[in-house]
């Protein structure tokens, strides 16, 4: 949420800066900025709107400079405005900030800062923290890059909140001070010039070597050389770690969006998932990353899984597996909800946090709050740099490859094979018996081609995209494991194409949802053959004796399903519990291209951000 990206070296800095925020564009979107040191002063030039508004603004007028700091806001305190974008200066006007957070005591400090004559040109809570920094900086007797560093620390004392940010003055030629608490941020070490950034993606074609920041730490960056201080003092030894990944990121191929290329690499995403982790001798799985013994693992008698939006959908159809396969209960959370409530919490309860950017700030909150009161927490991330897989005890990485889209799709599918997994080695390390184990592997191991098979129909699903574009609402059911695979299909509706969509059971239907069929809204229902398909063609038959339409999610040999829904998404037959990894596919091709067919920015749609690091 928010990106920020700063440039000290010998090249101009306004095109790196440019193309630096574009690869962090999907951080947020509603305005951009930045700010370079001319030789004289500080330029600003900011814009509401996308990055090649600015990059527009930029092209007709050019900062001419070798050190600068810029930003992608995601707005929070004060709207989309030219005004309240990034960056920020001070009540002097030469020193320029950028921010990624919250300033949760911003008004107390606003307040007390007009009284002492501060002038604000924005309604950003940002502002406030560029007017205390320059106060500090005014009032020290710091010599050198010391007198930067010391007034950042002392006006980040007087804020609560959330921050990432990166700080320059027009008197300090040379040095960009960066800081974080809460909200990441990396230094990206080039030769003889030097980088930072909200996350190691905007760095991808300039370096590969990193510095990540650890909470509340403090950098000073020049050309030639960085500084980190922690509040215990200088951090020695700093290791520069090197990353892949990163540069694909930036290329759709041969697709519209990068949603539809992520759909599209769902085979090998999931390939990634479990390869080298099937224990074909042992009939389990391998999860090395866990740092628990079987004998501590053995001992685990509940289990709580934290997560938010799909990262919870896909928690819930954890829930259903290992329940399934090893016998534990396990309780899904909101992760806001955890991390204020007062849920009691058995003590051998193991912890799980899952999130594909390992950055969300309520997931980050409970992981926290979970280990403050003792526990055990494990990751489930696909950004192997994010602080959740830092701060985790152990944990499995999903190697799905970076996901640009909004919309979390390969991430999804690749959370339920490790969920799988999980509840393998838990049952195997149970009761679970041998000859089931090395049928959910084999099972496991077709799925790549399974999901090729299902996204050979996303030609047919454009076809029927089209016929139910205009409905104003949508209806999503399914049972047992395919229920959280109906929130998770009526989430990407929502999100990408705007129209009203809900999950439920689809047992619910009589409890109330009923009252909203009619013939212009659609049920989607998953009904794949299982223990519960003749249950799921009851609620069909009702939803048909009032006239509302039938999409049905359905094994493609099934005939009987074709005779009674008006449309079928058809997928291949696979073990019982995998099958909601292949259900979800046509749900978000369904999305997807109802979403093109409204014409909506499917990659960037309203109001979201990719990575959501405010609470
Ligand atoms: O990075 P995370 O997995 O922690 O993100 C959690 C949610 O913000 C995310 O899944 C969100 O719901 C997606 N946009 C859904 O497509």
Known sequence: MCGIVA????RDAQPILLDALSRLEYRGYDSAGLAIL???GIEVRKKSGRIQELAKICLAEPVKGRLGISHTRWATHGAATDKNAHPHLDASGRLALVHNGVIENYLELKTKLMETGHIFLSETDTEILAHLVGEAFSSSREKGDARLVEAVRSAVQQIQGTLGIAVIHADMPGLIVGARRGSPLVIGVGEGENFLASDTQALAPYTNRVVILQDKEIVSLRADRFDVASPL??????KVEEIEDGVAASDKGVHQH????????QPSAIQNAFRGRLDADGATAKLGGLNMSPQELRQIDRICVLGCGTALHAGMV??????TLAKIPVETQHSSEFRYGDSPVSGRTLFFAVSQSGETADTLGALREARRRGFTVLGICN???STIARESDGGVYMHAGPE?????TKSFTSQLVIFTLIGLLLGRLRFLSAAHGRELLQAMENLPAQITQ???YSDAIREIAQRYAHASSMLFLGRLANFPIALEGALKVKEITYIHAEGYPSAELKHGVIALIDKETPTVLLATQDGVYDKNLGNLQEIKARSGPIIAVAHDDDKKICTLADTVLKVPRTHELLQPILNIVPLQLLAYHIGVALGRDVDKPRNLAKSVTVE
């Open 38 to 40: 001319n030789g004289k």
């Open 454 to 456: 299902c996204l050979a």
């Open 233 to 238: 003092g200088i951090r020695e030894n700093v």
């Open 404 to 408: 640009i889209g909004v919309a979390a």
């Open 318 to 323: 954890g829930k259903y597996l290992i329940e």
């Open 258 to 265: 990068f949603m539809l290329k992520e759909i599209f690499e």
């Open 383 to 385: 950004n192997v740099a």
């Open 7 to 10: 440039y000290v070296g010998p």
